[in-house]
C-alpha cells in the first residue's frame, strides 16, 4: 500500500531560520511526487513536482529535492508569509490517477 | 493560469437534505477531474475521479449512490450529497488536471459543509 509520512507535523521558526521538511514516500513505480502549500479553509495551492531520484526544483525561498525514499522541501531564509501547511503527495505507476497525501506539516513563521 | 473554482465555499443545511457542490476550471480545459475529502488535521483522501463524458471513478468504501458525480464539460463537474446527514460534514475539494498525466492537478478553495 502506498504510504507517505511527512514530518514534523508542526514546525516553529524565527523569521530568517532556514529549515527543511521531509516527506518520506512507499510507492510502487513513483510517477511523480508532489508539493502543495495550503492555508487555512483553502484548497492546496501547487509547488513543484518531481520525477526522479536527484532531481531538485527552486521557487523563490523554497527548493524541494527528490532521493529513492524521501523528498526535502528547503526553506531558505523564511518570512511569515511562508507560514501554511505544506503537503506532500506521491502518483503511483501503472496509469493510476491518484493521489496518495501526507498529512501535511503545519509551519509557522514568527516575525 | 490553471485557475479552479469551487462554489459555495460554505453550506449549512437540515440532515435529509442534498447538497450540490460545484468545480470550474476558469482558464483551461479539464479532461479529469477530482473530488476530496478532508477532515480535520488529516490528509486529503480521494473521494472519486471523473473524465469528461464518462462515469466516475469511486474510490473503495465511498457511496456512489450517495455522492454523484457529473463531468459534463470539459470545465464543469458537480458533487452532489444525497441526502446528508451529519457524518457527511466535512472539507470536501475538488481539483482539475488538463492534458497528460504527468500535468500536476489544481484545486480549488474547497466547500465547508455542515450537515445539522
Known amino acids: 500500500e502506498d504510504q507517505v509520512t511527512q514530518s514534523p507535523e508542526a514546525l516553529r521558526l524565527q523569521e530568517g531560520e532556514s529549515s527543511s521538511l521531509n516527506c518520506s514516500y512507499t510507492v510502487s513505480g513513483l510517477r511523480g511526487l508532489f508539493w502543495y502549500r495550503q492555508d487555512p479553509g483553502k484548497g492546496p495551492e501547487f509547488l513543484f513536482t518531481?520525477?526522479?531520484a536527484g532531481e531538485e526544483k527552486e521557487k523563490e525561498r523554497l527548493k524541494a529535492t527528490l532521493t529513492k525514499k524521501e523528498s526535502f522541501l528547503h526553506i531558505t531564509a523564511p518570512k511569515p508569509e511562508d507560514s501554511a501547511t505544506y503537503l506532500c503527495?506521491?502518483?503511483?505507476?501503472?496509469?493510476?490517477?491518484?493521489?496518495?497525501f501526507g498529512k501535511g506539516t503545519k509551519l509557522t513563521v514568527n516575525p | 493560469g490553471a485557475v479552479v473554482s469551487q462554489h459555495p465555499s460554505w453550506v449549512i443545511c437540515k440532515s435529509g437534505t442534498s447538497v450540490k457542490i460545484e468545480c470550474r476550471s476558469l482558464d483551461f480545459q479539464a479532461t479529469t477531474m477530482f473530488w476530496y475529502r478532508q477532515f480535520p488535521k488529516q490528509s486529503l483522501m480521494l473521494m472519486a475521479t471523473s473524465n469528461e463524458g464518462s462515469k466516475a471513478t469511486y474510490e473503495q468504501g465511498v457511496e456512489k449512490d450517495k455522492f454523484l458525480i457529473n463531468h459534463a464539460s470539459l470545465t464543469l463537474s458537480t458533487l452532489t450529497v444525497t441526502s446528508a446527514h451529519p457524518e457527511d460534514s466535512s472539507f470536501y475539494i475538488c481539483?482539475?488536471?488538463?492534458?497528460?498525466?504527468?500535468?500536476?492537478?489544481?484545486f480549488g478553495d474547497g466547500t465547508r459543509l455542515s450537515i445539522l
Open positions: 518531481l520525477y526522479s
Open positions: 481539483s482539475a488536471r488538463s492534458g497528460g498525466e504527468v500535468q500536476p492537478q489544481h
Open positions: 503527495a506521491v502518483r503511483r505507476g501503472g496509469g493510476s490517477e491518484k493521489l496518495v
